[in-house]
């Protein structure tokens, strides 16, 4: 069994003193706090240590990358339907969409392999991978706020990941403030995260233990993972990867804690999961009768660690998907309830914010290929009856000429608690536009992004 040290950082870096956080409403908790979530990172990371073989990946192994958009892992996969295994990791120049700077940048990721479908034991799960210790520590030269604890900012990971196929391991963290095994905080660091995870067990294609995060369509219900809006890369609009994926980072809200798994039978997987897990939140002035929910995950103070795990949410959810050869349509649905009622304050942004303690939003999300045509999107409701659509579309027009358009039309009072969609607000709800893109690739050492957008928000 061999260990590797992957990383160990010392730093040293300047505090200053800030108010305490507004309570915050569910429905905008996306646009003031960022998930701390690099299991993506994470993941590309394993495939330094063993590579991905392109010649048995499948649509869910590419995405996993997270280098590849939509239309290039189809003109991939007809390429290698069409003319066979790849001979060599350089036959990758020939595939449409495919460029140097992309191909480069997969060369420490990938391989060129024999073609066969790797067979894999619960022997090979439990000792062919690698373990991971990751210590991080941050101590300030200068402290201008005076909290219940140290100012020391700790984080403690250990990790065994073999691949794709199996990960387990732990998380602790105390950001700077808080106390260590003192005061509120007496069983020691104030987070502490457990996963178990697994892939390809016969018909069971995942088994989520622990914390887990899930991601559904195109994220108008539900999306916990790594997700872009408006950048350079003009052609990343589509939201993809696994339903399931097992959660190791550090930050305090954005995931499940519970049970899920994934079930195959022919064309069709069915996801089913199951959570429940305590939230920080301020609750109303009549006890039991409302609460703002808060995601920051800080507890340094007394009125902090007051509102610590105050409200317990409980969700489920499931997904139904049918696959074909050229695409799949899937049914989605979710479900939350708390144990004690959301409320909204009285700011004009929060008119239509998250209220009550039980919420449902299903939706029917779809991908579907056409010679050098990728079309998808998502149409969703919740429980009110008000409705989200997102349809798109990325068209290959030349050999170097890529072209994207993403339409979306959201209603003012759609709500959904853990959505994170493309458009101006990564938050679902009270906007419609039109944006489209043409990526332009001028030889190896050109890349030229064209973005034009048009966008309304109503309201």
């Not at 994170?420 to 944006?435: D, Q, R, V």
């Amino acid at each position: 069994m061999k260990w590797c040290l992957l990383l160990l950082l010392l730093k040293c870096s300047w505090v200053y003193a800030q108010e305490e956080e507004e309570p915050m409403q569910l429905s905008e908790q996306q646009e003031e706090s960022l998930p701390e979530n690099d299991e993506q990172t994470q993941q590309r990371e394993s495939y330094t240590r063993r590579k991905l073989n392109l010649n048995t990946a499948d649509v869910a192994a590419l995405e996993s990358l997270g280098l590849l958009h939509a239309l290039q892992i189809e003109q991939f996969l007809l390429y290698r339907r069409t003319l066979g295994p790849l001979i060599s990791i350089y036959e990758l120049q020939a595939v449409p969409g495919f460029n140097l700077p992309l191909i480069r940048t997969m060369l420490p990721y990938v391989q060129a392999g024999n073609g066969l479908e790797p067979y894999y034991t619960w022997k090979d799960y439990v000792q062919r991978g690698k373990h991971a210790l990751l210590l991080r520590y941050t101590h300030p030269f200068q402290i201008r706020e005076k909290y219940n604890g140290s100012p020391d900012k700790m984080l403690l990971r250990y990790r065994y990941q073999f691949s794709r196929y199996a990960s387990w391991g732990i998380v602790m963290e105390k950001d700077a403030g808080e106390e260590l095994f003192a005061g509120k905080q007496k069983n020691g660091f104030d987070h502490y995260g457990l996963h178990l995870f697994f892939r390809n067990i016969g018909r069971i294609k995942a088994l989520a233990l622990g914390n887990y995060t899930v991601n559904m369509g195109q994220g108008l219900i539900q999306w916990h993972g790594l997700a872009f809006g408006k950048s350079s890369a003009v052609m990343h609009t589509k939201r993809e990867g696994d339903v399931l994926r097992p959660y190791a980072s550090a930050g305090e809200f954005f995931f499940y804690r519970g049970a899920g798994f994934t079930y195959q039978a022919g064309a069709y997987t069915f996801t089913a999961f199951i959570s429940n897990r305590k939230l920080d939140a301020r609750v109303g002035e009549v006890p039991d009768s409302a609460g703002t929910v808060v995601s920051t995950g800080y507890h340094r103070t007394d009125a902090e660690s007051a509102i610590k795990g105050n409200i317990t949410q409980s969700s489920a959810g499931t997904v139904l998907k049918w696959s074909a050869k050229k695409g799949h349509i899937a049914w989605n649905i979710i479900a939350h309830q708390f144990s004690k009622p959301l409320s909204k304050g009285d700011k004009a942004y929060q008119l239509y914010a998250a209220t009550g303690s039980r919420w449902l939003n299903t939706s029917i999300d779809h991908a579907f290929n056409w010679r050098n045509l990728h079309f998808f999107g998502e149409a969703a409701i919740n429980k009110q009856g008000k409705t989200a659509i997102l349809q798109g579309a990325m068209i290959t027009l030349a050999h170097n000429v890529d072209m994207g358009i993403l339409y979306r039309k959201e209603s003012p009072a759609y709500e959904t608690l853990y959505g994170n969609t493309f458009g101006e607000n990564a938050i679902p709800g009270n906007e419609s536009g039109l944006y489209t893109a043409v990526s332009l690739r001028w030889g190896a050492k050109w890349d030229s992004p064209h973005m034009q957008t048009c966008s309304v928000s109503p309201g």
